[in-house]
């Protein structure tokens, strides 16, 4: 007799992977301009360039006897565009870091729930079959309680069936 089966597991052909280590796949196989911009984009979004930066801003500061304009010229050129870039840069690190983090706990998740749902779909295969083993016992016992009205029909049928009293004083 054929398996039956309620149900067919069809699954989704996708296979969730960790991205953080594809990124780190890829930035193995840079290439040398690729791994430079890393390197000073790396370099230029720290603290530490931001003080180089001021300090380098600070040497070229026009002296006492500038002018109004010169002074605004060299705080919005040297000292906002040198400094601000770089703790920009820092600022943008530490809130990206965060976006980091919720996306690897959506990961986790995610890989969570997938799990999850594949042990419910195991769970409910092994329903099925036992609700189909079960199915099969009652129809095997369906047919058993059918052969066996069959077989008290025909025993009945080929019993003669005893008479009544008055039958048997009227006979004699």
């Given amino acids: ?23 780190h796949l890829e930035h193995a ?3 040398f301009n690729q791994k430079v911009a890393v390197l000073l984009t790396r370099w230029v979004g720290s603290m530490l360039c ?8 600070l040497i070229g500061f026009p002296g006492f006897s500038a002018t109004p304009m010169q ?18 840069m820092v600022g943008q690190k530490v809130l990206g870091r965060k976006q980091e983090l919720q996306a690897d706990e959506q990961f986790l998740t ?3 729930t997938y799990h999850d749902i594949e ?5 409910l295969s092994a329903q099925d ?4 083993k079960q199915t099969q016992l009652i129809q095997d016992m369906a047919q058993h309680i059918i052969e066996q009205d069959a077989k008290i029909a025909q025993l009945l ?3 003669p069936t005893p008479r009544k009293k008055a039958e048997v004083k009227a006979v004699e």
Avoid: R
């Fill in 1 to 23: 007799m054929d398996k039956m089966k309620l149900y067919e597991h069809d699954p989704y052909p996708h296979t969730a992977v960790n991205v953080n280590d594809l990124h």
């Fill in 29 to 31: 196989k840079a290439g």
């Fill in 50 to 57: 931001a003080y180089l930066f001021a300090l380098i801003a």
């Fill in 71 to 88: 002074y605004v010229q060299w705080l919005s050129q040297c000292f906002i565009q040198l400094v601000m870039l770089s703790v920009i």
């Fill in 110 to 112: 995610t890989m969570k």
């Fill in 119 to 123: 042990e419910i779909m195991s769970h």
């Fill in 129 to 132: 079959e036992e609700l189909l």
């Fill in 157 to 159: 049928q080929s019993k």
